[in-house]
T-cell receptor, first 115, second 115 residues
Framework: DQQVKQNSPSLSVQEGRISILNCDYT??????FLWYKKYPAEGPTFLIS?????DKNEDGRFTVFLNKSAKHLSLHIVPSQPGDSAVYFC??????????????FGQGTTLQVKP | NAGVMQNPRHLVRRRGQEARLRCSPV?????VYWYRQLPEEGLKFMVY????????ESGMPKERFSAEFPKEGPSILRIQQVVRGDSAAYFC?????????????FGPGTRLTVT
């Protein structure tokens, strides 16, 4: 039962262009969403998050959009840089009673930014 | 840099042996999570611990796996009688809180290979 899905295993974009990574979820109890970036042989690094009470959060070149009715979120990177090439994981959590803050991860999308 | 430390980074065990994975959280963090990443998959939650307590072990296999987070010292994930299917990257994350809105900081992972 894959509650968080990243349907695109890979994405390739040109340097300077926009990268859009997508994520869908099925559990309406999720109220907090995060994006992590991961380089080979390293642990995931937190990028940006969004609460379910918002529909957009921006931090520098990174913006996350949340569409609760569609149970969909996306990460926009503008402009994309070669150093952004990594695997990006979408993760979700919910803070309702009984939850422990554990993260449910998608399968990841490998982003390649070409110079 | 007082980030999450994991050791060893690489561990090779023969079938039937025991594997012990250690995790030292960020200083001041009392919440530890363990995740497992199988090849070509996302991270899967295993267990959530606070000092001296297991809070949520819903992702742990019922047999052979155990975890602890003693009052002093690192958190330990122990796998007894390892099998080839246990080969994976094991990541530890720590957080200042168990609430979903708090970021989890990940360690570099331990890559377990069972031969």
């Amino acid at each position: 039962d894959q509650q968080v899905k990243q349907n695109s295993p890979s994405l390739s974009v040109q340097e300077g262009r926009i990268s859009i990574l997508n994520c869908d979820y099925t559990n309406s109890m999720f109220d907090y969403f995060l994006w992590y970036k991961k380089y080979p042989a390293e642990g995931p690094t937190f990028l940006i998050s969004i609460s379910s009470i918002k529909d957009k959060n921006e931090d520098g070149r990174f913006t996350v959009f949340l569409n609760k009715s569609a149970k969909h979120l996306s990460l926009h990177i503008v402009p994309s840089q070669p150093g952004d090439s990594a695997v990006y994981f979408c993760a979700a959590s919910h803070g309702r009673s009984g939850n422990t803050g554990k993260l449910i991860f998608g399968q990841g999308t490998t982003l390649q930014v070409k110079p | 840099n007082a980030g999450v430390m994991q050791n060893p980074r690489h561990l090779v065990r023969r079938r039937g042996q025991e594997a012990r994975l250690r995790c030292s959280p960020v200083k001041g963090h009392s919440h530890v999570y363990w995740y497992r990443q199988l090849p070509e998959e996302g991270l899967k939650f295993m267990v959530y611990l606070q000092k001296e307590n297991i809070i949520d072990e819903s992702g742990m296999p019922k047999e052979r796996f155990s975890a602890e987070f003693p009052k002093e010292g690192p958190s330990i994930l122990r796998i007894q009688q390892v099998v080839r299917g246990d080969s994976a990257a094991y990541f530890c994350a720590s957080s200042p809180s168990g609430r979903s809105s708090y970021e989890q900081y990940f360690g570099p992972g331990t890559r377990l290979t069972v031969t």
